[in-house]
């Protein structure tokens, strides 16, 4: 796991403790992408997750890294259960 995915997992475990980390490090960059899985997300919508991540992280991280982050979509526990992570 690298630096900035180490960074991140620990950042949204401390608003969200029960987060499952199915991000990954993009091969041959320092960028990471994925999917978080949280309880949290039950009862919002699309956006507003999406909100509520970013607003989370642009707080929390530099230019530089923000620029390393790509796509992370935002499941519930319900919704993940279909992809078997």
């Known amino acids: 796991?690298?630096?900035l995915h180490k960074k991140i997992i620990q950042?949204?475990?401390q608003r969200w403790p029960d987060v499952v980390d199915a991000?990954?490090?993009v091969?041959?960059?320092h960028e990471v992408t994925g999917v978080i899985?949280?309880?949290a997300f039950d009862g919002l919508s699309h956006e507003a997750r999406q909100q509520?991540?970013?607003k989370l992280l642009n707080r929390s991280f530099t230019a530089n890294?923000?620029?390393q982050i790509g796509p992370i979509a935002?499941?519930?526990p319900a919704e993940a259960k279909p992809i078997s992570l």
């Open 1 to 3: 796991m690298a630096k």
């Open 11 to 13: 950042t949204l475990r």
């Open 23 to 25: 991000l990954d490090d």
């Open 27 to 29: 091969e041959g960059t």
């Open 37 to 39: 899985i949280t309880k």
């Open 52 to 54: 509520r991540l970013w």
């Open 65 to 67: 890294e923000l620029a």
């Open 74 to 76: 935002t499941l519930t």
